[in-house]
């Protein structure tokens, strides 16, 4: 069985294997990632463990229903919504091993003490709501104890992994959301977790490289899973996994033409409306988030000022 978590409180009883604590984000603070949760013969292996306290709660209690241990960690990506329920688990469940990519050590000198800096400016602005400062607050201090972040064991290239007594093959998507992301599938129920290879409103591309974005969709294409869980959004069937994959590519397309950024935007927004929720907010978020990441990649010649990568990649290794 496989238990999905919504960090953003999506109803998940459309999915007929979901069993769901869901965990309603605040109003005016950071969303937490979606975590997806696998029952193990000898445990529960979860996928991405959240940013606040009450995400890892949700986790632990659910463990504790079920009277099963925590036994692993797989981090799709370092993006601290994705990471920082791991030091809560490991406290918990002191045995537990981390799988993640080594992206994480050029995010600790790069990218997050670069957050560091620049949100120094908000954390006393009182314009800002308290519950924004609040998680930039959080945010400061998981960066603090960044190497509680990094992995037990580094995936280095895609591979088949027995976690707890049941199989997964893991992918490694170099140069996509981030430097090296980790999805999974479990071929037992037929769900992979993609982390933020899929994310809604719109695609967070703050430390992407889209060439390898667009090649990782396509290697989950040639995975035969019938439910897809996204980083942020609700669960997915293969139709609709492949509408986002159509529609991110016209969207990195779009932002390299010379077409205006809000008709880049309005064009993403229109094509996802089937995925997004009945909350006409999301709408808005989808075309106000998507003209932010146009300007985005159009002032770092078509990527994140983080994308690393020489090259367009080939591979999914």
């Not at 590519?249 to 993403?268: M, N, T, V, Y």
Request: charged letters at 20%; glycine letters at 6%.
């Amino acid at each position: 069985m496989a238990v999905a978590v919504a960090g953003l409180g999506i109803p998940l009883s459309g999915w007929p294997e979901a069993a769901a604590p869901a965990v309603p984000t605040p109003p005016n603070h950071e969303p937490d990632g979606n975590s997806v949760i696998f029952d193990a013969p000898a445990g529960l292996i979860v996928m991405d463990t959240g940013r606040h306290d009450w995400h890892a709660r949700a986790i632990l209690a659910l463990a504790r229903e079920r009277e099963q241990d925590i036994v692993a960690i797989v981090n799709s990506h370092w993006h601290l919504d994705h990471v920082s329920g791991n030091p809560a688990l490991r406290a918990a469940y002191p045995g537990l091993r981390v799988y993640a990519s080594n992206a994480i050590d050029g995010a600790l000198s790069g990218f997050l003490p670069a957050s560091v800096k620049d949100s120094a400016p908000y954390l006393d602005d009182p314009t800002v709501p308290e519950e924004t400062r609040a998680d930039m607050r959080l945010d400061r201090a998981t960066i603090q104890r960044g190497s509680e972040l990094r992995p037990d064991v580094v995936i280095h290239s895609s591979t088949v992994l027995s976690l707890a007594g049941r199989q997964f093959h893991i992918h490694l998507a170099p140069n996509a959301a981030t430097s090296g992301d980790v999805w999974l599938f479990d071929p037992r129920s037929g769900v992979a977790a993609l982390g933020d290879l899929v994310t809604l409103p719109a695609p967070f591309l703050d430390t992407a490289c889209p060439e390898g974005w667009k090649s990782a969709l396509a290697k989950v294409s040639a995975a035969p899973f019938r439910i897809a869980i996204p980083g942020h959004g609700a669960p997915m069937q293969r139709p609709q996994f492949l509408l986002y994959r159509r529609s991110f590519e016209s969207f990195i397309d779009c932002s390299r033409s010379d077409r205006p950024k809000e008709s880049c935007a309005a064009d993403w927004a229109q094509a996802v409306r089937p995925l997004l929720s009945a909350d006409p907010l999301e709408m808005r978020r989808a075309q106000s988030m998507s003209v932010y990441y146009v300007g985005l990649l159009r002032a770092n010649g078509g990527r994140s000022k983080y994308c690393e990568a020489r090259s367009d990649p080939k591979r999914d290794g």
